[in-house]
């Protein structure tokens, strides 16, 4: 074990006393009425992002096993376009995505989007450009 690791783990306890913060973890008692609201409403929205994330995980396997299939053609166009896809989407930032899709494309194409059908689109085109990757690489090997 080198000496610098060494350091840090005997200064850690040190340093844990730097902040005068206390947690404010009696918002959460469920013993208390405010408590007992507070936490249903975190539960309702732990039940909601697990939802949106099992949606997205389905819609992104799809959409990523569709996208796959042109990197698999012996086409260089159909390539092209899976490249383009997978490397665009790749680059652009989950939460810039979520922003565009719940402000952006309700502008641009004249929909209406509430926030959890705007975060099951947004997160299953970003995962899909992942998916598409992980099909071809087990398809290929």
């Not at 249903?40 to 992002?49: E, I, R, W």
Request: glycine share 6%; aromatic share 14%.
């Amino acid at each position: 074990m080198s000496y610098r690791l060494l350091a840090v783990v005997l200064c850690l306890p040190l340093l844990s006393g730097c902040s005068d913060y206390e947690w404010g973890w009696y918002v959460l008692d469920p013993s208390t009425e405010q408590g007992k609201t507070n936490l249903s409403f975190l539960l309702a929205g732990f039940k909601d992002t697990i939802y949106v994330s099992l949606l997205s995980m389905v819609f992104a396997m799809l959409l990523g096993l569709l996208v796959a299939f042109p990197a698999l053609s012996d086409k260089p166009w159909l390539r092209a376009i899976n490249r383009v896809y997978v490397e665009v989407i790749r680059s652009i930032p989950v939460l810039v995505l979520l922003l565009w899709v719940y402000y952006g494309m309700p502008t641009l194409l004249d929909v209406s989007l509430n926030h959890f059908w705007a975060g099951v689109i947004a997160l299953t085109i970003a995962e899909s450009a992942f998916m598409a990757e992980v099909f071809r690489g087990g398809i290929q090997a």
